[in-house]
Structure formats: structure tokens, C-alpha cells
């Protein structure tokens, strides 16, 4: 069942803050703070359900365009929540502008920046130091999305098995082959109807 909110404009001013801190820790994309912006929005305010965090994620994913996308549809659901499209619209308008402007600002900056020092030490190792950090930012998203809905999870692995297999190979898959990320999808739905369908 759908949540009814009734969200103050301090509430959407408090969503647009903290979208706006979000963008600047999101250095692998939006994807990567993801597990933060459940906290939030799922388990801290429960402005939105957690199918509807799951589905919006996995919609945007899906659709073709930039996976930012997602920030638009849990704004969407925000505002479906508190009251209709209306308030779907400006959701979308709070989480886009909030996740795009700092990070596109100081992107830009940073850029230009370290395209003129590109000969500096630290300038190097500062871009070698982020990789960890967002292999570990994308391995908590990826948790949040496979665990989604379930209570205990330690005692529903023995049924979850196969699809943490499947991931398991994809990601080796996709580490270790050129194979094309694509085929790895069409397989994943395949194997999704033939298992599990």
C-alpha cells in the first residue's frame, strides 16, 4: 500500500538539502550513494515504500538515457505520496536540481582544474585513490537492491542462492570478458522466465 504524506515545505527543502550534499559524495554517479538515499527516504522518513525505491531504480536502469534518471522517479514517487502528480512534478524538479547542480559545478571546476595540473603528483593519485572508493560505494548500492524487502535476509539465503550465482558469474563476466553487458541482461531475463518464471 502506498503512503500518505503530508510534506511541509520545510520537507521539501530538507529533500532539496539533501540531495544537494548527496551529489557531491556521488563520485562513481547517483548510483553510488543510493544506500544513503534509502536510508532516508525508506527507512529514516518513509516517504516511500521499499518496492517503490527498488522498481524506480531498476526502471531507470533499464530505460535508455543516464542512470541519474533515478533520482527523478523517487522524486516522482515523493510527490505521488504527498498528494498527486502536482507534487510528482516538483519532486522531480527538487531531486534532479539538487543531485545535478553541485556536482555538475564542481565537476566543471575540477576539470578544468586538473587538466591544467594533470603534471602534479597529487593530481594522480587523488584519481587512483577514488576507484576503491567507488567499487565499495557500487558494492553497497548493489546490496541495498538485492536485499530490498526482505526481513532476514541470513534466513531467506538458502532460496536466494541462484540469483547471487547468476550475479556472481556476471560479474566475473563482465571483469574478466569484453563480452558486451547487453548479452549478459538478455540471459539474466532468460534464465529470470526459465527459473523462476
Same mark, same amino acid.
Given at each position: ?47 516511500? &515504500? ?11 536502469? #533499464? ?16 510527490? $505521488? ?6 507534487? #510528482? ?15 555538475? &559545478? ?7 582544474? !586538473? ?8 593530481? %594522480?593519485?587523488?584519481?587512483? !585513490?577514488?576507484?576503491p572508493l567507488v567499487i565499495a ?38 571483469? %574478466? ?13 532468460? $534464465? ?6
Amino acid at each position: 500500500m502506498t503512503p500518505v504524506l503530508a510534506l511541509t515545505p520545510a520537507d521539501w527543502l530538507a529533500l532539496f538539502g539533501h540531495f544537494m550534499s548527496l551529489s557531491l559524495l556521488a563520485v562513481g554517479g547517483a548510483i553510488t550513494v543510493a544506500p544513503d538515499m534509502h536510508r532516508l527516504l525508506v527507512d529514516q522518513r518513509a516517504w516511500l &515504500t521499499d518496492m517503490q525505491f527498488t522498481q524506480s531504480i531498476a526502471i531507470a536502469q #533499464a530505460a535508455p538515457g543516464p542512470n541519474v534518471l533515478f533520482i527523478a522517479l523517487l522524486g516522482w514517487h515523493v510527490g $505521488l505520496n504527498a498528494g498527486g502528480w502536482p507534487l #510528482a512534478l516538483l519532486g522531480v524538479a527538487i531531486g534532479m536540481t539538487g543531485i545535478l547542480i553541485p556536482s555538475c &559545478t564542481l565537476t566543471y571546476v575540477a576539470a578544468r582544474w !586538473g587538466h591544467r595540473n594533470q603534471h602534479l603528483r597529487a593530481v %594522480r593519485a587523488f584519481k587512483q !585513490g577514488l576507484a576503491p572508493l567507488v567499487i565499495a560505494l557500487l558494492i553497497a548500492t548493489g546490496y541495498i537492491l538485492a536485499t530490498a524487502g526482505l526481513e532476514d535476509f541470513s534466513a531467506q539465503w538458502r532460496t536466494l542462492w541462484p540469483q547471487w550465482a547468476i550475479a556472481a558469474v556476471a560479474t566475473v563476466v563482465v571483469w %574478466r570478458t569484453k563480452l558486451h553487458m547487453l548479452w549478459l541482461l538478455g540471459g539474466g531475463a532468460v $534464465l529470470g522466465v526459465l527459473i523462476w518464471g
